[in-house]
């Protein structure tokens, strides 16, 4: 067997065995003992003493967590193509794998735990822990915005088992692309973004993968015009803030909404805690520890400081964000996401064999949300409020943009069972059929969940007739302007 067969395949052995892993263990059961007994002992531990099924901490991470299925609002079970249709195009935009925060959450992080260690006194009830508690890297230098390389939510090892997994779903497409020649795929120019294209293209393609193919580095500077990957960096009124609904409008509404709900967290715990004086921005640091320490190793005890709504109220602040920074609440955001999918719709409308058949891109959270913006495939009405959280809202980013998070744009090919009919009652005998035609039907899979695009999903499988897309696609780019304007 060659050497890249023998890797790949153990590399899959090994990403089966961290996947039933993480299904066979409770969620609290996957903590030390040491700092779960501690847990146990405190006073008040509201997520342990529920007992409801259904509760995922993972499913409240607002995009600071893991890779996680989509859970909300899918159509189907399967994704494999319905009866009677195969996929002959295949369209990825995909977020970049599992990491360590950022600089700035990341410095807070260290400021919290510098702060704690510097703590003489015990801490009570929810905090009990944190006394002996570790931060997950004290070198930010090193780790800090890159990609995790261990653990069973490591980055590498989810984008490789990713390219794994669609090479196997998409084996056929694989082999008629190399047939042409090199794939090129696509990465803006960030190193998380572009370590996760080449674990990515090591499973999907092979080890070796610069024989099969090439990937194309869109650098993330201001001065490459309407590219279709970093327009958030090339739309210089919303990266300059020229308005007050510029890059920073979801910050400022972030901050509004923080302060309904903080302030009540912070004095839960100060209370347990009175000489211990925390801030409402240091329990923010808090709720994104519970993403980012069980990323890094696996489990959070942080997440256990918090109760069911607090952390709802997370994942809604990071909705907030989301949705007024990059998505339908800004009113830059339709413009910039358009390009890349009117350029998905140009090639849509060209034959696979001319146009190619895999086209597979990286990049950004805040890359992806314009782009599902501009598609308006989860309209939402009225506004995100600041005020409270909606609990009916369809903007959600937690199973759409995790880490790892991926849309994915299938074109299928489908058989349409021809119409028959007779003469009877003077030839019952004599049956006439239409004859044999295909259609063309476009399918949004998103963490291997089907979304059916608003009232356009009655197509095979929850797909919509191509016609219907690309006439979609243009009247969007109608309402959402020009992006050079």
């Known amino acids: 067997m060659p050497l890249w067969s023998t890797l790949i395949a153990a590399f899959a052995a090994v990403a089966g065995v961290l996947l039933y892993v993480r299904q066979s263990l409770p969620w609290a059961d996957a903590r030390p003992h040491n700092a779960l007994s501690a847990l146990q002992s405190s006073s008040q531990t509201p997520f ?82 944190a006394k002996s508690w570790d931060m997950f890297t004290d070198d930010p230098s090193t780790y800090l915005e890159n990609l995790v390389s261990t653990g069973r939510h490591a980055g590498t090892l989810q984008a490789f088992s990713t390219g794994v997994k669609l090479r196997t779903r998409y084996k056929s497409l694989l082999d008629q692309a190399l047939a042409r020649g090199k794939v090129s795929f696509w990465a803006s120019g960030s190193k998380r973004v ?26 993330e500077t201001a001065d490459l015009g309407g590219n279709t990957l970093t327009s958030g960096k090339t739309c210089l009124k919303y990266a300059d803030n020229v308005d007050a609904k510029g890059h920073d409008y979801g910050y400022a509404k972030l901050s509004e909404f923080q302060s309904t709900y903080l302030p009540a967290v912070r004095a ?33 005890l942080w997440c256990s400081v918090f109760t069911h709504a607090e952390m709802e109220s997370f994942a809604y602040a990071r909705d907030l964000l989301h ?20 350029a998905t719709a140009d090639l849509f409308q060209e034959d696979g064999e001319a146009a190619g058949h895999l086209f597979f891109s990286f ?81 949004i899979n998103i963490n291997d ?25 243009q009247r969007r780019g109608e309402q959402v302007g020009n992006f050079a304007e």
Request: net charge negative.
């Open 48 to 129: 342990l003493a529920t007992t409801e099924s259904t509760w995922d901490p993972h499913d409240h991470l607002g995009g600071n967590g893991p890779w996680i299925l989509k859970k909300d609002g899918v159509l189907n079970e399967t994704i494999a193509p319905p009866a009677r249709c195969h996929v002959d195009q295949v369209h990825m935009l995909s977020r970049h794998a599992e990491r360590f925060p950022t600089l700035k959450p990341g410095l807070r992080m260290l400021e919290l735990f510098d702060k704690l260690q510097a703590f003489s006194s015990p801490l009570n009830g929810s905090l009990a822990f």
């Open 194 to 219: 572009v370590d996760t294209a080449h674990y990515f293209a090591a499973g999907f393609f092979r080890h070796d993968w610069r024989e099969d193919a090439y990937l194309h580095i869109i650098p």
């Open 268 to 300: 839960r715990l100060s209370r347990e805690n009175p000489a211990f004086p925390i801030s409402d921005a240091e329990v923010w640091t808090m709720q994104e520890l519970c993403g980012f320490e069980t990323i890094a190793l696996g489990h959070s």
């Open 323 to 342: 949705y007024y920074r990059a998505g339908p609440g800004n009113p830059y955001a339709g413009a910039m996401g358009h390009l890349w999918l009117n």
């Open 363 to 443: 990049v950004h959270d805040g890359d992806i949300v314009p782009m599902l913006a501009a598609l308006n495939l989860f309209p939402q009405q009225p506004n995100l409020p600041t005020t409270h959280v909606d609990h009916n809202r369809t903007w959600r980013t937690s199973d759409v943009v995790p880490m790892g998070g991926r849309v994915i744009f299938e074109r299928l090919i489908c058989e349409i069972e021809p119409e028959c009919w007779d003469n009877g009652p003077f030839y019952p005998n004599h049956k006439y059929c239409e004859p044999d035609r295909k259609e063309k039907f476009v399918r």
């Open 449 to 473: 969940g089907i979304v059916g695009l608003p009232a356009c999903a009655g197509g095979p499988g929850g797909s919509c007739l191509m016609e219907d897309f690309l006439s979609h696609v």
